[in-house]
């Protein structure tokens, strides 16, 4: 498991200074389209101005190219680092739904770690020109809270309520499906004509349909969940029917080999500005079905070593 405050805490320990409650709402560049400081707001409202030789902006895919939209000026009117119409497009979650049964044997779900087992199969194959893939998870959360919720609705007290709640929560399997994304040009953030925050700023709002590719990755996926049923001898059978999200957001500052159809280069280094970075889960070109965390990490350390060698090359 990861958590950003790990590197936050190294980065104070070695002279960084960490600001809470920045607002940054504005970027400028120089005559060569270089960033040369930002503009921020602090808790009060009140305006201040950084300068430096480098920039990250690391808000990941909804605030970063909701930053830089805002930030549009007279030497590149459609936003920040946008001169391919890249910025805030490519929007990408990890769509999924869940399955539940009562299955023939008891299973003790809800002891040990929250997902003790994964199904790997469905994640590569030829079949993805076609249809997504997937990812199914044995949630292995305690089912005593839905079983409880089960055994009310069955209008029972006392000890035969007792002896429900434990035989649904023994017995009572979930699966969680994610499923695999494409890159959507039209999956687009925007920057609201109606809606503003606190600061004053526009809010963003996002078109996101999930498409065809991932619909027929769900139907498939309910063929393979009926199977795994089967093999529990399962009752009680149940795919729910709507898509849910697991924020997991990606894209809005789409990495590529081209300044033409992308926002970043490998070491999410913009194409327009070649003194700014945006490193995380924005730069993503693809989503696959695994949660995207580890590779935002990795994004984030390859940007500071191209950062380093940036700043080494301009002492």
Request: hydrophobic share 35%; aromatic share 8%; net charge negative.
């Given at each position: 498991m990861y958590n950003g405050i790990h590197h936050v805490q190294r980065a104070e320990d070695k002279g960084a200074k960490v600001i809470a409650e920045a607002v940054v709402y504005k970027i400028d560049t120089d005559e060569n389209n270089r960033v040369t400081a930002v503009h921020w707001y602090d808790a009060n409202k009140q305006s201040h101005r950084a300068t430096g030789r480098a920039f990250a902006l690391a808000c990941n895919s909804l605030e970063t190219p909701r930053l830089l939209l805002i930030a549009a000026n007279d030497r590149n009117p459609n936003g920040i680092a946008n001169s391919s119409d890249q910025v805030g497009r490519n929007m990408m979650d990890h769509s999924g739904f869940h399955c539940t049964?009562?299955?023939n044997e008891p299973l003790w779900i809800g002891r040990g770690p929250a997902q003790s087992s994964c199904l790997v199969g469905p994640r590569d194959g030829a079949f993805r020109s076609e249809y997504s893939a997937n990812k199914i998870i044995l949630n292995n959360i305690s089912r005593v809270g839905p079983a409880t919720v089960q055994a009310l609705k069955m209008g029972l007290v006392g000890k035969e309520l007792d002896e429900e709640i434990r035989r649904r929560a023994i017995f009572g399997v979930d699966l969680s499906i994610s499923l695999e994304p494409l890159p959507e040009p039209a999956n687009r953030l925007t920057l609201s004509k109606?809606?503003?925050?606190?600061?004053?700023?526009?809010?963003?709002?996002?078109?996101?349909?999930v498409g065809t590719y991932v619909r027929r990755g769900a139907e498939e996926s309910h063929k393979q969940l009926q199977h795994i049923?089967?093999?529990?001898?399962?009752?009680?059978?149940?795919?729910?029917?709507?898509?849910?999200?697991?924020?997991?957001?990606?894209?809005?500052?789409?990495?590529?080999?081209?300044?033409?159809?992308?926002?970043?280069?490998?070491?999410?280094?913009?194409?327009?500005?070649?003194?700014?970075?945006?490193?995380?889960?924005?730069?993503?070109?693809?989503?696959?079905?695994?949660?995207?965390?580890?590779?935002?990490v990795a994004l984030g350390l390859r940007s500071a070593d191209s950062i380093s060698t940036f700043l080494g090359q301009r002492k």
């Open positions: 049964f009562l299955a109606t809606r503003r925050d606190a600061h004053g700023l526009p809010c963003p709002d996002v078109y996101y349909d049923g089967s093999l529990f001898g399962a009752v009680e059978f149940n795919i729910t029917t709507s898509l849910n999200a697991n924020n997991h957001p990606m894209g809005g500052t789409i990495m590529g080999s081209s300044p033409k159809d992308s926002v970043v280069d490998g070491d999410c280094r913009t194409y327009d500005h070649t003194n700014l970075w945006l490193p995380g889960g924005g730069a993503m070109p693809s989503a696959s079905v695994v949660n995207s965390t580890l590779s935002m």
